[in-house]
Protein backbone atom coordinates (compact mmCIF):
# COMPACT_ATOMS: atom_id res chain seq x y z
CA UNK A 1 0.00 0.00 0.00
CA UNK A 2 1.29 3.13 -0.99
CA UNK A 3 -0.99 5.75 -0.34
CA UNK A 4 0.81 9.20 1.28
CA UNK A 5 -0.32 10.57 4.67
CA UNK A 6 0.26 14.24 5.84
CA UNK A 7 0.83 15.13 9.20
CA UNK A 8 1.03 19.16 9.66
CA UNK A 9 2.82 21.37 11.67
CA UNK A 10 6.35 20.08 11.81
CA UNK A 11 9.21 21.63 13.42
CA UNK A 12 10.39 23.80 10.36
CA UNK A 13 6.55 24.49 9.30
CA UNK A 14 7.12 21.86 6.39
CA UNK A 15 4.77 19.88 6.06
CA UNK A 16 5.87 16.64 6.98
CA UNK A 17 4.69 13.16 3.99
CA UNK A 18 5.18 9.46 5.56
CA UNK A 19 4.06 6.29 3.88
CA UNK A 20 1.09 4.92 5.52
CA UNK A 21 1.69 0.90 5.91
CA UNK A 22 -1.28 -1.81 5.40
CA UNK A 23 -1.79 -1.47 9.25
CA UNK A 24 -2.20 2.05 9.47
CA UNK A 25 -4.92 1.72 6.47
CA UNK A 26 -6.67 -1.11 8.33
CA UNK A 27 -6.68 0.94 11.63
CA UNK A 28 -7.38 4.63 10.47
CA UNK A 29 -10.69 4.33 9.34
CA UNK A 30 -13.49 6.62 9.80
CA UNK A 31 -15.95 4.21 12.03
CA UNK A 32 -12.92 3.38 14.43
CA UNK A 33 -12.26 7.26 14.95
CA UNK A 34 -16.36 8.06 15.33
CA UNK A 35 -15.62 10.79 12.43
CA UNK A 36 -17.79 12.10 9.73
CA UNK A 37 -14.73 13.19 8.02
CA UNK A 38 -13.82 11.66 4.66
CA UNK A 39 -10.35 9.39 5.02
CA UNK A 40 -8.69 11.97 2.50
CA UNK A 41 -8.91 14.57 5.73
CA UNK A 42 -7.85 11.70 8.30
CA UNK A 43 -4.57 12.27 9.82
CA UNK A 44 -1.90 10.25 10.70
CA UNK A 45 -2.26 8.41 13.81
CA UNK A 46 0.62 8.51 16.66
CA UNK A 47 1.89 5.66 18.40
CA UNK A 48 2.75 5.37 22.19
CA UNK A 49 3.99 3.34 24.54
CA UNK A 50 5.35 2.90 28.01
CA UNK A 51 8.81 1.99 29.25
CA UNK A 52 8.53 -1.96 28.98
CA UNK A 53 6.42 -1.69 25.98
CA UNK A 54 3.61 -3.67 27.54
CA UNK A 55 0.87 -0.42 27.40
CA UNK A 56 0.70 0.43 24.01
CA UNK A 57 -2.02 3.02 22.49
CA UNK A 58 -2.69 5.43 19.64
CA UNK A 59 -3.83 9.27 19.58
CA UNK A 60 -5.18 10.72 16.38
CA UNK A 61 -4.15 14.28 16.16
CA UNK A 62 -5.23 17.42 16.54
CA UNK A 63 -4.54 17.63 20.12
CA UNK A 64 -6.72 20.09 22.10
CA UNK A 65 -3.64 21.22 24.13
CA UNK A 66 0.02 20.52 25.33
CA UNK A 67 1.58 22.26 28.26
CA UNK A 68 4.49 21.71 30.62
CA UNK A 69 3.15 21.70 34.70
CA UNK A 70 5.08 23.07 36.76
CA UNK A 71 2.63 22.08 40.00
CA UNK A 72 3.61 20.45 42.94
CA UNK A 73 1.64 17.92 42.50
CA UNK A 74 3.05 17.09 39.00
CA UNK A 75 6.79 17.39 39.89
CA UNK A 76 5.58 14.67 42.54
CA UNK A 77 4.13 12.44 40.01
CA UNK A 78 6.54 12.56 37.27
CA UNK A 79 9.74 12.88 39.46
CA UNK A 80 10.61 16.35 37.26
CA UNK A 81 10.89 19.15 36.93
CA UNK A 82 7.52 19.23 35.35
CA UNK A 83 4.68 17.49 33.87
CA UNK A 84 4.83 17.52 29.70
CA UNK A 85 0.88 17.28 29.18
CA UNK A 86 -1.20 16.50 26.04
CA UNK A 87 -4.80 16.50 26.15
CA UNK A 88 -7.34 15.49 23.58
CA UNK A 89 -10.57 14.07 23.17
CA UNK A 90 -10.81 10.47 24.11
CA UNK A 91 -12.61 9.61 20.77
CA UNK A 92 -9.53 10.27 19.47
CA UNK A 93 -7.43 7.85 21.50
CA UNK A 94 -7.49 4.14 21.10
CA UNK A 95 -6.09 0.93 22.97
CA UNK A 96 -2.99 -1.21 21.11
CA UNK A 97 -2.48 -3.07 24.34
CA UNK A 98 -1.76 -3.47 27.94
CA UNK A 99 -5.08 -1.97 29.29
CA UNK A 100 -5.27 -4.54 32.22
CA UNK A 101 -1.94 -3.21 33.77
CA UNK A 102 -3.00 0.27 34.73
CA UNK A 103 -3.35 1.09 38.19
CA UNK A 104 -4.75 4.28 38.50
CA UNK A 105 -3.71 6.31 41.93
CA UNK A 106 -6.36 9.07 42.97
CA UNK A 107 -5.69 11.99 44.86
CA UNK A 108 -7.44 11.84 47.75
CA UNK A 109 -9.02 15.63 47.83
CA UNK A 110 -8.19 16.57 44.40
CA UNK A 111 -10.65 17.20 42.09
CA UNK A 112 -9.34 15.62 39.23
CA UNK A 113 -5.80 14.89 39.68
CA UNK A 114 -4.90 11.42 39.54
CA UNK A 115 -1.92 9.00 38.02
CA UNK A 116 -1.94 5.84 36.22
CA UNK A 117 0.45 3.47 35.45
CA UNK A 118 1.63 0.71 34.30
CA UNK A 119 2.26 -2.30 36.33
CA UNK A 120 5.16 -3.90 35.10
CA UNK A 121 7.62 -0.50 34.73
CA UNK A 122 5.57 2.00 36.65
CA UNK A 123 5.94 4.52 33.44
CA UNK A 124 3.00 7.09 34.35
CA UNK A 125 0.55 6.71 31.31
CA UNK A 126 -2.78 8.48 30.17
CA UNK A 127 -5.96 8.47 31.62
CA UNK A 128 -8.91 10.34 31.39
CA UNK A 129 -9.78 13.54 33.01
CA UNK A 130 -12.57 13.57 35.48
CA UNK A 131 -15.65 16.53 34.36
CA UNK A 132 -13.67 16.74 30.79
CA UNK A 133 -14.18 14.64 27.21
CA UNK A 134 -10.12 14.26 27.07
CA UNK A 135 -7.80 12.13 28.51
CA UNK A 136 -4.07 13.28 29.56
CA UNK A 137 -1.55 11.87 27.88
CA UNK A 138 2.20 12.20 28.85
CA UNK A 139 4.04 13.71 25.96
CA UNK A 140 7.04 11.62 26.68
CA UNK A 141 5.02 7.96 26.15
CA UNK A 142 5.07 9.16 22.10
CA UNK A 143 7.28 7.43 19.55
CA UNK A 144 7.09 10.29 17.13
CA UNK A 145 6.24 13.76 16.65
CA UNK A 146 2.26 15.13 17.33
CA UNK A 147 3.17 18.09 15.40
CA UNK A 148 2.14 20.46 17.93
CA UNK A 149 4.61 21.93 20.03
CA UNK A 150 3.78 22.84 23.78
CA UNK A 151 1.62 26.15 24.23
CA UNK A 152 2.05 27.17 28.08
CA UNK A 153 3.97 26.46 31.19
CA UNK A 154 1.56 26.79 33.80
CA UNK A 155 1.77 26.83 37.64
CA UNK A 156 4.53 28.43 36.70
CA UNK A 157 4.97 30.40 40.19
CA UNK A 158 5.18 27.03 41.37
CA UNK A 159 8.15 25.97 39.97
CA UNK A 160 10.54 24.33 41.97
CA UNK A 161 13.78 26.42 43.12
CA UNK A 162 16.03 24.60 41.20
CA UNK A 163 14.24 24.49 37.69
CA UNK A 164 15.82 27.56 35.76
CA UNK A 165 14.59 28.56 32.15
CA UNK A 166 16.37 25.58 29.93
CA UNK A 167 18.23 27.91 27.67
CA UNK A 168 20.38 29.09 30.76
CA UNK A 169 22.12 25.53 30.85
CA UNK A 170 24.40 23.90 29.19
CA UNK A 171 23.29 21.05 26.69
CA UNK A 172 24.82 18.09 25.16
CA UNK A 173 23.60 15.39 22.70
CA UNK A 174 24.98 13.11 25.31
CA UNK A 175 26.63 12.42 28.64
CA UNK A 176 29.29 15.48 28.75
CA UNK A 177 32.67 14.24 27.81
ZN1 LIG B 1 5.32 -0.76 31.16
ZN1 LIG C 1 0.38 19.93 37.52
Redesign the pocket.
Known amino acids: MSEVGCLAGDRDGIIGMRLIDDWDIQHLRIDRWHSSEGISMQQVSVKGSCLCGSVRFEIRPPVSGFRY???G??RKATGSAH?ANIFLPESQFRWLAGESLIKRFNLPGAKRFAVCFCTQCGSRVFHKTPTTENVLIPAGLLESDPGVRPDSNI?WGSRAEWCPETAEIPKFDEYPG
Open positions: CHCRCAF
